[in-house]
């Protein structure tokens, strides 16, 4: 007996009930596959998102705590400003009677009781941040020293306070007072006009008195 191992009926051109049987799990298997990548590459989509969130969410901190710092930062300066800026008022408002114990002291006058309060109002004002400065010698500096006195001398290389009239106070950075000063400034510095007229009365100081040629003796008929 001849069996017939055709899949499709020949007479009615229709998938035999064997053959469909048998075919089932082979067309199954194409789809299950195309399941677990559709979920893999559906997971992976996830994962990436979740690390794009995740850097923009770091980079978001890492943004707010740069501003905090800035923000810390400004506000502990504006606040040392603020503190430096009443202490230097209190400071400016005591100069004269530092004046005052700088001319007892140059006087004598500084002593017993009132040396000592003297003294540690001194100390005390110098932890504070009060500096006091401005010697004779020092190259002159507009921008800390006044010149209340201007004078030519041959004994300095350029503008140099030759004397202190009142001492200069600063706190930090901040000049309270400038010092006020005499300036002497090298003799090369004069003006053309003060040079001519310095030489002029040099040459009309030796022409009065003359010179050893053009001395005489007395007349032989004297």
């Known amino acids: 007996m001849v069996r017939d191992r055709r899949r499709i009926d020949p007479q009615t051109g229709e998938l035999r009930e064997g053959a469909r049987t048998s075919a089932s799990p082979a067309g199954e298997a ?45 506000v502990d300066r504006d606040r040392q400003a603020n503190q430096d800026l009443a202490v230097g008022g209190v400071l400016t408002e005591l100069l004269p009677v530092l004046d005052d114990i700088g001319r007892a002291r140059e006087h004598g006058e500084l002593s017993g009781g009132f040396k000592a309060v003297a003294e540690a109002l001194e100390s005390s004002l110098t932890k504070l941040g009060l500096v006091k400065y401005g010697e004779v010698g020092e190259e002159f500096d507009p921008r800390v020293h006044e010149a209340l006195m201007h004078a030519y001398s041959d004994d300095v290389t350029g503008p140099t ?62």
């Open 161 to 222: 306070c030759s004397a202190i009239l009142q001492p200069g106070y600063r706190h930090g950075e901040r000049i309270l007072r400038p010092a006020r000063v005499a300036v002497a400034e090298p003799t090369a510095g004069l003006p053309a006009e003060n040079g001519e007229s310095v030489q002029s009365a040099e040459q009309g100081d030796t022409s009065e008195t003359g010179g050893p040629g053009d001395r005489q003796g007395p007349s032989d008929g004297g």
């Open 30 to 74: 194409p789809d299950a596959s195309a399941e677990v990548e559709a979920e893999e590459g559906a997971e992976a989509a996830e994962v990436e998102a979740l690390k794009v969130a995740l850097a923009e969410r770091t980079n978001d901190i890492k943004r707010i705590q740069a501003e905090y710092v800035n923000y810390k930062r400004r």
